[in-house]
């Protein structure tokens, strides 16, 4: 195990994917100025949890990447662009949003590793529930409204600590047996998405997955 000690007690390592992006101030020479960047929420949230949150870069070697699964006790896929379709065997739509050709082509191993390593726990966050089931060999729909039916808006432009639709989760499910009911009040903000469970919105798209 990759845990630290803090004041005698035991602190899980948990590894956090990182975007690349350009400061808006160097985007007009982006070969210097390419970063890899992350919310500072995300890092937030794990110190609050009484994790160590350590971001994962976008290197390019296998080797590094199997290195960086094996020195953490837990894994979050955190949200971010599009996924290029191409991973998961479609043309792009019109629909489809930009991409992070960095971030997919390191979380296309990145991901299929953790998920051998049967140690390891995994959340995916937004784009991250994308990322497990794309390169897991799984599909999804490039723009929400291809669902077809009566399709939520999900790019709410409200404040967004205000809940704006339900979400369902499924008994025996980890989630519901944090929060003990069936149903909650949330919100999102997404363009493509994935059908099934274990916890849905009321139009049956995947807000959060567990591995």
Known sequence: MAE???AGRRVPVIGLTCSSG???TEVLNPAKALQNSLPFAYVRAVEMAGGLP???PLVSKR???ARMVNAIDGLILTGG???DPHYFSQPPHPKVGRQNVDKDRFESVLTPLALKNKRLPILGICRGIQALNVFCGGTLLQDVSLAGGDILKH???TDQSVPSHTLIL???TRLHRIFGKRRLRGR???SPGGRGKPITSSRGLMPRLFS
Do not use: F, H, Y
Request: no cysteine; hydrophobic share 40%; glycine share 8%.
């Open 4 to 6: 630290t000690v803090s």
């Open 22 to 24: 350009w400061p808006k």
């Open 54 to 56: 350590v971001l994962l």
């Open 63 to 65: 080797g590094l990447i």
């Open 81 to 83: 662009l599009d996924i």
């Open 155 to 157: 790019q709410q432009e």
């Open 170 to 172: 499924e008994p025996g």
């Open 188 to 190: 999102a903000k997404q």
